[in-house]
């Protein structure tokens, strides 16, 4: 790679400046964007699936309507995502053939069961939680159509957090039962929730690469002790507790100290192996065959559309 171009390409980094698509760019730079924002997108298709599981049983109108339109938003980000992961030249197909082969990878989180309705209310207050404290920074990141993404979804994760933590404040405030659903489902969701800011800084692969060229603009640490800090005390508010033994103030770093994470669990996990992991790859799989009439119809009908111009 020509060291001028890389050196301009460094300092319009350095100066905040977004990288646009037609812009040079180091071929690791297209790689590992590639790699992050593929992965972000395919989260937010599978992530459709934990949730999508209790759209028909969600306790009333009001909730399934919201439901709804909480995971049709996750499509949408999924696929605005993948647009954007285009733009650096590798076809959705190659992506969605990468996700339904077993070579991608997407956030360990959505390879965990909902088991109860409370869950949708941990799921929106946590997970959304979670997504919401890594990705504020990525409306900053220097690939602009990424960042341009973000600004948008950061916007409806937003207020799918609300719509999680409203659910928790039904629960934590109903009868002893929905008391206790709401405690067990927090019980399930908390490790696995600070699991998706990925591995402790020291090991991390990709984070000194991705800070240096304004990717990441926080780490994976960083962005954990901030979700457990504000988190903490939604915790308290609803009556609930956190299932850590260890949490306590620390009065100096103006933080929580918090326990260990299962990190054996975490690489389990991003292996293929959690606990409904095969099950989530075998619905995905099974939408893209049976959508496939859908594609040909579309192929077909642009075919006819051709034929008629050209006639
Ligand atoms: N799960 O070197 P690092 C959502 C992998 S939110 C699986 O630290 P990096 C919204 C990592 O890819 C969830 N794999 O990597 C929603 C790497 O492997 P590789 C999606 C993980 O990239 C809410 C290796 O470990 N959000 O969908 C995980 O610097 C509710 C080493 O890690 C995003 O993707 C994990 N948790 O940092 C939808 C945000 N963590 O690729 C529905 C954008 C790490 O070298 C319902 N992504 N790995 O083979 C990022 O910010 C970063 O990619 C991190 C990982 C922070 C996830």
Redesign the pocket.
Known sequence: EDPALLEAFEARVAADEFIEPKDWMPEAYRG?LT???S??AH??IV??L??GNWITRAPSLRRKAILLA?VQD?AG?GLYLYCAAETLGTSRQQMIEALHSGKA??????NYPTLTWADMGA??WL??G??IM??VP?QRTSYGPYARAMVRVCKE?SF?QRQGYEIMIALAGGTAEQKRMAQDALNRWWWPSL?????PDE?????AQ?MRWRI?RET?DE?RQKFVDITVPQADFLGLRVPDDDLVWNEAKGGYDFGTIDWEE?YA??RGEGPVAKERMKARRDAWDNGAWVREAADAHEAKRRERKAA
């Open positions: 590992t790699r992050q924002i992965q972000h989260s937010e992530g459709m934990p949730e909480k996750e980000h990878k997407y956030s360990t989180i959505f799921i929106g997970v959304d979670a997504a890594n990705q990525l994760e799918h699991m998706m800011f990925g591995p090991n991390s692969p990709n984070t991705s990441k994976n962005l975490f996990v991003v």
